[in-house]
């Protein structure tokens, strides 16, 4: 049994071949999950920030939050410039169209109205607080905030999602000695996060439906 174990071990890839593979992956998946909003990249950040974790570099945690937080303001950045176009646009585009069906009027109008009060510091709450991204980003496109105050709002942002995403990876991976477990963990804990909000707009809109019809 010993020797078929070193033998399965000796095969994975070194730790230099993970890191070369896995961070232009992270970087390709967390770009495209800001690009188009349906990968859940917070899981991801999570899952490479345990991996990260076990793995002897001291810089492995570092790089994951360079190239996570990096890959998202590049998403926002050029889904932002798509959505633009489609502002100025009489005829709009299929990006803005997008970013219209993703964010609910009450969000948006909500979004607005946050916006109209702290202006681009928004942002930052946006990409912290789950499906808060999407409306936040079309309030500033309706009142056509500037590509370059928009991605100076950005900054901030994408760093403070990278680090709390990636510290619920840490958090994940500190709980189990095999990587694998914390990755689980991990992401468990991210889509909870992630589905709290709208599981809990369901609930009381359930419960406020049913409140009036009982009161009628």
Request: glycine content about 10%; charged content about 10%; aromatic content about 8%.
């Amino acid at each position: 049994m010993i020797p078929e174990f070193d033998s399965v071990v000796g095969a994975l890839p070194t730790e230099s071949t993970q890191q070369a593979v896995g961070y232009p992956t992270l970087f390709l998946l967390v770009a495209l999950g800001s690009l188009v909003p349906v990968i859940p990249t917070g899981a991801l950040v999570s899952s490479a920030a345990v991996v990260a974790l076990h793995q002897s570099s001291p810089f492995s945690l570092f790089f994951v939050f360079l190239v996570a937080s990096g890959a998202a303001f590049l998403g926002d950045v050029c889904l932002y410039w798509l959505g633009q176009r489609g502002v100025r646009s009489n005829h709009g585009s299929k990006w803005l169209e997008a970013l219209t069906r993703r964010a609910a009027p009450e969000r948006l109008a909500q979004a607005q109205e946050k916006l109209a009060e702290h202006g681009g510091a928004v942002l930052i709450l946006s990409r912290l607080v789950p499906a808060g991204r999407i409306p936040v980003m079309l309030a500033c496109l309706l009142g056509k905030m500037p590509l370059k105050t928009f991605a100076r709002g950005d900054v901030p942002a994408c760093l403070a999602w990278a680090a709390t995403y990636q510290l619920i990876g840490i958090l994940g991976g500190s709980l189990f000695p095999e990587p694998w477990q914390g990755v689980v963990a991990a992401v468990a804990l991210t889509l909870v996060i992630s589905g709290a909000p709208a599981v809990w707009r369901r609930l009381r809109a359930r419960f406020g439906h049913g409140t009036g019809d009982t009161a009628g």
